[in-house]
């Protein structure tokens, strides 16, 4: 069984670049939202704002390997 991070590679690499940024945007503003519950108390799972955090990263990563890839087919 894939872990979840694969499984959550596989969905994003399959999308465009824009659909990537509109994810990206909005897992930023839940971060936003996850923090200010956590400087409130209210949250009750704190690693899920470590994960979130991951998640952009690896958003992020995405975008840029594909516009890499895209520079790199223009080249050619």
Known sequence: MPHKT???LE?????E???LNK???D???DLIKLRAEARVG????TAS???MRKNIA???TVINEKKRNSHREEKH
């Open 23 to 25: 994810r990206l945007q």
């Open 42 to 45: 209210t949250i009750k799972d």
């Open 11 to 15: 969905d994003i690499r399959k999308l």
């Open 58 to 60: 690896r958003l992020k």
């Open 17 to 19: 670049i824009q659909d």
């Open 6 to 8: 694969n499984d959550f």
């Open 49 to 51: 704002i470590r994960n």
């Open 27 to 29: 897992t930023i503003a």
